[in-house]
C-alpha cells in the first residue's frame, strides 16, 4: 500500500473516531432527556432506560478512542460500530414514527440540531467509511493491547455516570401518606383565571403546580407526558402559573399541551394551593385532601395506577 493511501485511511479512521468522541460528548449536557426519550420510544422502563443511555454513550466514547488511535480496529471497533449505528438507525426510525421527521434526534445534543432523517443519512455515511477502514486499515499492536483496550473501555462507560449518576442509584425516602386539606375551590372562584374544565374536587386526581418559565418544571411535564402517552388512564392536571404568553414555549418544548391544565396567576392563592414549596409539586388528591406528595423523579406510573385501583386508599 502507498504511503499516501495509508495515510488517507489512517486520517479516514481518525474522522470517524472523532464523530464518535464528539457525539458522545454532545449527549452528556442533555443525558437525563436522552434517557427520557428511549423510555418514550421503546418498552424499556425509567430505570433500564438511564442506565442503557449512559452505556451507549461510553460505547461511543470507547469506539472512538479505537479508532483515533487504532487499537482494535478490526476485532472490536468495527463490528461494534456497525452494531451501534443500526441500533441508533432503528431508533431513529422508531423516533419518525412517533414524531415525524422534524425536530432534533438528539444524535449530537444540542450542539448541533438534526433531523432523524440527516441522523439516518450520517450513520450511512458512517458505515460506509467503516466498511473501508476494515478493509484497508492496519491496527497499532504492542504487547500490553488487551489490557489497555479493557482499561479504556471501562473508562469510557465509567465517564457518563460519572457525569451524571442514575437516578435510580440513590434512594429516596418512601413519601409518608399525608391528610392535608387543599383549597382547590380557588381554581374555581377566581375573578383573573378561568377555571378548569374538569372537575378536581371529587375523586382522585395528580395535580402538578408548575410555572412556565421553571426549568425542573419542564422536565416534570416531560416525564408526566411520557407516563400520559403511555398510559392514558392516568388523572394528571397541571395548574400553571405565569404570563400566558408563556404558555407556547412551553408546550413546544414540553409537548404537554394534551394533558389536563388550566393557567393560573394570582401568586397568594397559587402558594395556598402549593403549600408555599418549591416548584414543581406534584400533589396526589383525593376529593379535596392531599393524601401524598411526590416529585417527578420518583414518580411512578405503576404506583398511580395502583393508587387509582385501590378504593381503601382515602
Known sequence: MSRFKKTLFICISILVGSVFVISAISKLPSLEQFG?????TSFLNWTAAEWIARILIGLEFFLGILFITHIRIKKIAVPLSL?????????????IRMYGLHGNCGCFGEWIPMTPVQS?????????????VSYNSSEFQFKLVKPVTIIICLLSLLVPF?????????IYEKEKPIHQPIPLSLLYHSSINKAPDIELRKGKHIISFMS??????RKAAKRLRIMKEKHPELPFYMVL???STSLKEFFDDTRSSFIDHSVFN???QFSQMNGGYGLPTIKW??????VKESNYINLDEKDILYWMKDDKQK
Open 36 to 40: 427520557w426519550t428511549i423510555v418514550e
Open 83 to 95: 452494531f451501534l449505528l443500526t441500533v441508533f438507525s432503528i431508533y431513529l426510525y422508531l423516533v
Open 120 to 132: 439516518i443519512v450520517k450513520n450511512m455515511l458512517l458505515i460506509l467509511l467503516i466498511l473501508i
Open 162 to 170: 460519572l457525569w451524571l449518576p442514575p437516578e435510580s442509584i440513590y
Open 212 to 217: 412556565l418559565t421553571c426549568h425542573f418544571c
Open 241 to 243: 402559573n405565569g404570563d
Open 266 to 268: 394570582g401568586a397568594e
Open 285 to 290: 388528591v383525593m376529593d379535596t385532601t392531599v
